[in-house]
């Protein structure tokens, strides 16, 4: 069997004007591909004989805020014969679609209707792109870096409504105090004077 590193040496000669680079780490195989070229990618990496990536096993994307395309969206793949993985990323621009690997790998629909709830990225001819985990009327996406832990409603059940209401999030000034100590300073806690008696007699 062919090593990863020959591997990728054959995809990008194959894909030159699809495949950018590639890399080894941690024995999986990373594909670096333009945003438009992923279907044809997705379609050799699953029909061609030296692959054989039949299973879609995860789509998922990375925030990187600061950066012009902001996000990488990273599509993992199985070869049950060959007993290995590969994973393919691209970078894309905030507010600009992807296309939808519905087609190559059915399972994508589920996976790209996940990223599309969590990050807002969006899949061109997805037959279903609606969110998945969140619930209805959800503001915002919570796996993007911007995204406040606290969110931006709380939702509780009303005793006088018998009903579940949403309401903003209100933190009073105590939950705003944060100690950004490192573990490793260890903590300065008072000991009553009794109780340290004991423990240091």
């Not at 606290?150 to 903003?168: A, F, H, I, S």
Request: charged fraction near 30%; include cysteine.
């Amino acid at each position: 069997m062919q090593t990863l590193e020959e591997l990728g040496t054959k995809i990008t000669g194959a894909l030159s004007s699809a495949v950018r680079g590639w890399n080894v780490a941690l024995g999986e195989l990373t594909l670096d591909v333009d945003d438009a070229e992923i279907l044809r990618v997705l379609a050799h990496l699953r029909d061609s004989p030296e692959c054989h990536f039949t299973v879609l096993i995860d789509i998922t994307a990375v925030d990187w805020p600061q950066r012009r395309k902001r996000f990488d969206v990273v599509y993992h793949l199985l070869s049950v014969t060959g007993n290995r993985r590969i994973r393919a990323k691209l970078q894309v621009e905030e507010n600009v679609s992807v296309p939808s690997a519905v087609e190559i790998f059915p399972a994508a629909g589920w996976a790209e209707r996940e990223t599309f709830d969590m990050y807002g990225i969006t899949f061109a001819q997805h037959p279903d792109l609606r969110r998945l985990l969140t619930d209805y009327g959800f503001s915002g996406y919570p796996l993007r870096k911007d995204f406040p832990l606290t969110g931006y409603v709380e939702l509780r059940y009303d005793e006088e409504q018998k009903r579940v209401v949403y309401q903003p999030v209100e933190l009073v000034q105590e939950f705003r105090d944060f100690d950004f100590m490192s573990p490793w300073e260890g903590a300065r806690y008072i000991i009553p004077a009794d109780k340290a008696k004991k423990e240091n007699p």
